[in-house]
Every structure is written in structure tokens, then in C-alpha cells.
């Protein structure tokens, strides 16, 4: 029996709806089987998920990578440190040098005053994410700082680290990180540096921003917050990467984040054979506006302090001689030589914040220029009181720019190779000399000064007597008494000696 040719009518269209629902239902199931399949693979391997998104993440991310890494203290470095060389991709050789200046918006975007001073510089990072081509387990010299003594690692042009290595034929492992202080530099010391034996501690100081970092961290401690997850505990990674990677394809692009600082024209200044246009980023010119008392009373001069001097004594524990290498800001150094523009110099340093009303351009390059030593003056003062060798690069980065030559990038806050390799054989002398009974050498043309405290001849007369028998060690303050080791006589001359005798050298300077 057939069916009625009208029943055959009704029944077709169902069925091509149900055509048209598996068709829809395969392509879901298909783009399901993908979601899924991303999302497996993301979890699988993060080192697949893009730059562009792991930027949002803390550190770029490397607790994907390094699963806890964020359960590092508060007063230390996540480390391995986020890097290309994380990810698995080698960190690029070549690259323009920076213009964090010009990416912050200071300098006109149509501009490349770097180009004509610098221009590509090669380098390396090591698996620490550490300015290094290698790991090495052991070092002969330890670079500590910030991201200056970061910078330090570029290998072509020559920068500090490789001048020093092949003038002291010496190995050296750089440890400086950018963005980091005293606090988190005695971190890297000690758990990063120190257990690979070095015989010398250069610790960098930059007084650009290590007070106020040393105060931030302080400024953690005080709010319960102990290591980084507590810190980004509202910035974790999401549910799903794929649905996050996704989104952007179907939502309206958001609009670039605004920079901090408005375009402005530059301080003129000679270098290179022809005169140059130079920016100088605005807290640090503020900076110069502070005396003595108002660096003094900063909530970070006193930890910067005890910390240092810890660090100091921990390396001599650790029988490493320390440098402490003072670096000035650009701001301190070239102020005094760009040409006059009162105004110019009252719309960079207020440059997106009010500036005072009462206070004049004149009055301003008047104050800094004044004051513009005054920290320096400061840790040169607190090195010396405590027998902490001592070095400054402020005199040699002013005689270069006496020459005509930059030392500073034109559009950065750092400084390149060519300034940094100013002071590379004062430091290179300092590191060549050996130590005799316990003292550091003098050699002239360091101008060092050493304090002497003497407690009578008698007793240092006996003391020299006992150390031709028992050599003293090359350590810039005396070792530490716990254990006394396999002999006990050793370590407690050690101890009246130096108490009793010549202090350590208390300034290096050029």
C-alpha cells in the first residue's frame, strides 16, 4: 500500500531538517573536538601559548612552566627568572639596544636618538635567566646589581663583564636582574652566588631606585604579604587558555594602555662629534632635588643599609672579597653639561604630574645641581665607616663626557658599553691584587684610603710573627669564628689581627 502523495510533502520537510541539525551537530562536535584537543595541548606543553598572552601572567608566565615558582618569599627572585631561554627558544643574539624612555613616551615616537651611539648589541641569557652565555658552576667574580649590571653582559660592543673577564683572566657569573634592590640582590647573593665560591663580590649600587625598592619590599612585609603568590593571588591563570586565546578573534580589540609620560623635546649636548639631543627620565631628575637629610630620612636608607653590610659580612664569611661599585644615574652626571632650558627641564622632571608652583626652572637646576652628590656622598660616608671597599663610577663617566663621548643612552635610562667599560681597569686593579696578611694592597693609582686602628706595637709584632706562620685570609673583614675549624689558633690570630691592626681599604676611587 502507498502512501497518499501529500503524506510524502509533509514528511520531506522534517527530513531536511534533520539534515541541516546533524550538519550543524557535526561542526559543533568538530570545534568541541578542537577546543578540547587546544586545550589539552596548552595544559601538555605551555610553552606553545603565546608571548602575547603570557605577558598578562605574573612574570611572564613561568609558573606555567615552573610549576610553585611563585611560593618563592617576597623578598627574593622567582627564579629561573622569566626569559625566552624558559620557553624553550633561545634568547635572541642581536637586538636593537632599548629606549625605555621613548616607549614610556617621552621621546617623540618619530624619533631614534639611540641609533648614532649605539645601535645592534649582542648578549646572551643562560637557563637562570642571568646575563650569561653559560652556566657555571663555579665563579671566580660575582656581578650583583640590578638591571645596570644586567646590562653589563652585552659581548659585542664589549661591555664591563667581558672587558673584566679579559683583563683579569677571570670567570665571572652576572647575577644582576632588572627591577630588583638591595633586598632581593642579598637574595641572589646567597642562594645563587655564594654556593658557586666566588673569590670576589661586586655589588652595584644604583642610587636611582634602590632605596625606594628596598622600601617596597619592606612595604609588603608590613601588609602579611610573604611570597609572590600572595602578591598576585588575583592575577592567576584562567579556567580555560583556549577559551582566553580565542576571545580576542570574536571580541572588540581593547585600546592600548595609555604611556606614562607625554612627548618633549631633548637637552642638547655634545658627544660623538656633534651635538645630540638627550632625555632624562623624570623621578630621577626629581631625585636630585633631595639633600642629604631628605636621603637620610628615606624609609629605605636605613634597610639598604643593614643590607649591604650583610652582604659585606657574608662574603667575607664566605672568604669573597667585596667591591661596592657605585653607578650614577644619567641625571647625575650630564645635568651640569646639556645646554640651559629652565623651562624644558620643569616640563621633563613634572612631566604628567603637577609641578610646583613656586619653584622656577632656574631654582630647580640650581637645587640639583647642588645636590646632586648628595647620596653619593652619603654611601661613600657609610662604606668608609664600616670598612667596605669602595668605588665610583661618577668620576670617570664625567671626564668621557668632558671628552665628548656618551656613556648613557641618548633615549634610555641605562647606560652602554661605552661607558661602562670607564672604570673596568680601576676595578680590574682592585681585583688583581692580592691581599698580603689579611690587608689589601695600595696601589697608587686606585687612590685608596684605609683607616688604621693600632693597639699597640707589641702585639703587632707578635701578630706578624704568627702570620708567617699561619697565613691570613684574603677576606675584607674578619672571618667568622664558627667553626674554628681544624685549627683554632688559625682563625683567633685572624680575629686580634684585624681587630688590632690596619682596618680594610675604605675607598677606591678614580
Known sequence: MTLPII??????????????????????????????????????????????????????????????????????VPIPYFSSAVYGRPHPKTMPFPSDLKDMGLVPPDLDPNHPIIGQVKGKIDDRGFGNSELLPEADILMVGDSYTFGACIQDPPGLQRTLKQMTEMSIYNLGLPSIGPIREYWLLENEGLPKAPKVVLWFFFPGNDLSEAATVMGYQRQGISTYADLFEESGPPLSFAATLLHPLVAEKPPLPAKPFTPTPGFTIGGGGEDLQIWFYPPYLRNLLKDRDDWVQHEGWEITKETILNAFRLSAAAQARFLLIYVPTKEEVYLPFVDRKDELLLEMAYNSIPRPEEMTGGEFFDLATENRGALEDLVKEFCEDHGIPYFSFTKALTTQIERGELGYAPADTHWIPQGQIQGAEAIAEWIRAEPISGCYPLPEECRWRAKTKTRGST???????????????????????????????????????????????TALRT
Do not use: H, M
Open 7 to 76: 503524506s510524502r510533502r509533509e514528511t520531506s520537510r522534517p527530513i531536511g531538517v534533520d539534515i541541516v541539525l546533524a550538519k550543524v551537530g557535526r561542526i559543533l562536535l568538530c570545534a568541541l573536538f578542537v577546543f578540547v584537543t587546544l586545550e589539552i595541548v596548552l595544559r601538555i606543553r605551555p610553552t606553545l601559548i603565546p608571548q602575547s598572552y603570557r605577558q598578562t601572567l605574573p612574570f611572564n608566565g613561568v609558573e606555567l612552566i615552573v610549576p610553585g615558582i611563585l611560593q618563592t618569599p617576597i623578598e627574593g
Open 459 to 505: 702585639t703587632i709584632t707578635l701578630l706578624w710573627a704568627g702570620s708567617w706562620l699561619w697565613p691570613l685570609p684574603s677576606t675584607a673583614a674578619p672571618p667568622s669564628p664558627e667553626p674554628f675549624g681544624p685549627s683554632r689558633v688559625k682563625p683567633i690570630l685572624n680575629w686580634i689581627y684585624w681587630w688590632s691592626t690596619t682596618a680594610p681599604a
